[in-house]
């Protein structure tokens, strides 16, 4: 198997810190300068990115499951149902 490097999540951290806090302190609004919007606008893409592929590896998986897969109905009219 394929292994996956780690995903840097400091940035999310940082800005989940940053959010709190100002909750905390009932802030109107949280500040970001552009180096920490970057940050964590690309660690957003990343987690994105290896959430997307993850799925697709998963629905390949399962569909490739389900290509060999027998369901058989059978049908008795009912009569166990008053």
Do not use: H
Request: glycine content about 4%; proline content about 2%.
């Amino acid at each position: 198997m394929q292994t996956v490097d780690p995903i840097n999540t400091i940035p999310l951290q940082i800005f989940i810190q940053q959010v709190k806090s100002a909750q905390a302190s009932q802030a109107r609004e949280v500040k970001l300068d552009i180096a920490t919007a970057n940050n964590l606008a690309f660690t957003l893409g990343i987690v994105m990115s290896r959430l997307t592929e993850d799925l697709e590896k998963i629905l390949a998986k399962s569909k490739d499951a389900n290509d060999d897969e027998v369901i058989q109905v059978t049908m008795d009219g009912g009569t166990g149902w008053k």
